[in-house]
């Protein structure tokens, strides 16, 4: 019965569900440096419109070249910045992606050791009640082997007579 014994797996099932909190808690934090990365950029590319709407404004009153160069010069490094931001969110999604593909696998380990238990449950229920119908078997066969030893009239117990 140790063999069939479905609780001789809690402890693997406990570390398969720990692996996978891990692996969830792992793909959750890539997930938020995806998104802090994204907002990132978002404030790039708002604050690179910001600076040419700031060169726009200077050139009405009175138009300096100097001054509008350095806006644009501004914005061309905000578009520099915002292309490596670009280049750090495809790495971060990436990363993330193999953190899913690791969740998928440690939640696949996990239902395979509750398929296991279940299969080893199911045995084990199928063992109990062959070993239930035995005994009830044994029983009866010993109240029908005293019902033979005994007289015809007392060959049931008060219980069983009707």
């Known amino acids: ?35 802090a990365a994204q907002d990132q950029r978002s404030k790039l590319a708002q604050e690179r419109i910001n600076t040419f709407q700031k060169a726009g404004e200077v050139v009405h009153p009175q138009f300096d070249a100097s001054e509008v160069r350095t806006y644009y010069q501004y914005a061309r ?15 971060l999604a990436t990363k993330a992606e193999e953190r899913r593909k690791e969740l ?7 239902r395979i050791v509750e398929k296991l238990m279940e299969r080893k449950m199911t045995v084990l229920k199928k063992e109990l009640a062959k070993q239930e119908q035995q005994a009830i078997d044994e029983v009866a066969t010993n109240y029908a082997a005293i019902a033979s030893a005994l007289p015809r009239d007392k060959q049931y117990p008060q219980e069983f007579s009707s």
Do not use: S, W
């Open 104 to 110: 998928e696998i440690a939640m696949k380990a996990r």
């Open 77 to 91: 490094h905000l578009a520099y910045l915002g292309d490596l931001k670009d280049m750090e969110i495809r790495e």
């Open 1 to 35: 019965m140790a063999k069939n014994d479905p609780h001789r797996f809690d402890t693997l099932l406990r570390v398969r569900k720990r692996q996978e909190e891990i692996q969830a808690q792992a793909l959750a934090t890539a997930k938020r440096n995806v998104q």
